[in-house]
């Protein structure tokens, strides 16, 4: 219940749904930040819901959905410092605290640092993503230090700029989790991958917009985040297959 209600939050009251819609339609904003938003809509539309509402079912099985809020609010907290945007550490330390809270109530919490089998495909996949995501990071932290306008990309008082830093780091911090083939490890992988072809579909749609990077670049960011989907079900589907097949039971006769 605590999972859900966070999620509800997160999709509403903090805007991430109508950001998410906007950053592909530029219904809500008049087309003004659409880019700047879907990295909102991004981080909390798909990212945090998703590791949230994953522990609704089966939550020893998915840790991974936990372990990819935690590294949301790492993400937010080091894009934060890089772009001397200090309120963000505020909104890192509420989600980390709430994921502390439901670490503290799961029913696996033992297995929380705990690592499975590597999934080296995916670790290739998100090694992939290392340096233009940093690249992009970077410069999206320096738009924020030096207050680059539009000035509106705002949600709950937050500027935009830093949250595209913070989804540049995210994506390739859950890749590399998923890699890590923990419990539920899927989780991560379609997160990071939905992220990347939403920034990209908002960048293809508006190439010129703040935040953007030109087509060239969305398209990379689309073509990354469906080859990772791919390689995910491949994987999990050669995982499946490698697992030991248990003899179906004797049938027992009637006395």
Same mark, same amino acid.
């Given at each position: 219940?605590?999972?859900?209600?966070?999620?509800?939050a997160?999709?509403?009251i903090?805007?991430?749904?109508?950001?998410?819609i906007?950053?592909?339609?530029?219904?809500?904003?008049?087309?003004?930040?659409?880019?700047?938003?879907?990295?909102?809509?991004?981080?909390f539309?798909?990212?945090?819901?998703i590791?949230?509402?994953?522990?609704?079912r089966?939550?020893?099985?998915?840790?991974?959905? *936990?372990?990819?809020?935690? #590294?949301?609010?790492?993400?937010l907290a080091?894009?934060?410092?890089?772009?001397?945007?200090?309120?963000?550490?505020?909104?890192?330390?509420?989600?980390?605290?709430?994921?502390a809270?439901?670490?503290?109530?799961?029913?696996?919490?033992?297995?929380f640092?705990?690592?499975g089998? !590597?999934?080296?495909?995916? *670790?290739? !996949?998100a090694?992939?993503?290392?340096?233009?995501? #940093?690249?992009?990071?970077?410069?999206?932290?320096?738009a924020?230090?030096?207050?680059?306008?539009?000035a509106?990309?705002?949600?709950?008082?937050?500027?935009?700029?830093?949250?595209?830093a913070a *989804?540049?780091?995210t994506?390739?911090?859950l890749?590399?989790?998923?890699?890590?083939?923990?419990?539920?490890w899927?989780?991560?992988?379609w997160?990071?991958?939905?992220?990347?072809?939403?920034?990209?579909?908002?960048?293809?749609?508006?190439?010129?917009?703040?935040?953007?990077?030109?087509?060239?670049?969305?398209?990379?960011a689309?073509?990354?985040?469906?080859?990772?989907?791919?390689v995910?079900?491949?994987?999990?589907?050669?995982?499946?297959?490698s697992?030991?097949?248990? +003899?179906?039971?004797? +049938?027992?006769?009637?006395?």
């Amino acid at each position: 219940m605590i999972a859900f209600l966070l999620a509800a939050a997160f999709v509403t009251i903090n805007f991430g749904w109508i950001d998410l819609i906007d950053g592909f339609t530029g219904f809500v904003d008049q087309q003004r930040n659409p880019v700047l938003d879907v990295g909102w809509g991004a981080l909390f539309g798909i990212v945090v819901p998703i590791g949230l509402l994953s522990q609704l079912r089966h939550p020893e099985r998915r840790i991974a959905g *936990l372990q990819q809020c935690a #590294l949301v609010a790492v993400a937010l907290a080091a894009a934060g410092i890089a772009g001397e945007a200090w309120r963000y550490l505020l909104l890192a330390g509420g989600l980390a605290g709430a994921v502390a809270i439901l670490v503290a109530l799961h029913p696996a919490r033992r297995t929380f640092l705990r690592r499975g089998r !590597v999934v080296w495909p995916l *670790l290739l !996949v998100a090694c992939a993503a290392v340096v233009p995501c #940093l690249v992009y990071a970077s410069r999206m932290a320096s738009a924020q230090r030096r207050h680059l306008p539009p000035a509106d990309a705002v949600s709950n008082g937050l500027h935009h700029w830093t949250v595209l830093a913070a *989804l540049a780091l995210t994506v390739p911090l859950l890749a590399g989790l998923a890699a890590l083939g923990t419990a539920g490890w899927r989780i991560p992988s379609w997160s990071a991958a939905l992220a990347s072809v939403g920034w990209g579909v908002s960048c293809l749609r508006y190439p010129d917009a703040a935040g953007a990077e030109g087509r060239v670049w969305a398209l990379a960011a689309v073509i990354w985040g469906m080859a990772a989907l791919v390689v995910t079900e491949l994987e999990a589907r050669r995982i499946r297959r490698s697992l030991p097949t248990l +003899p179906a039971p004797a +049938p027992v006769s009637a006395v």
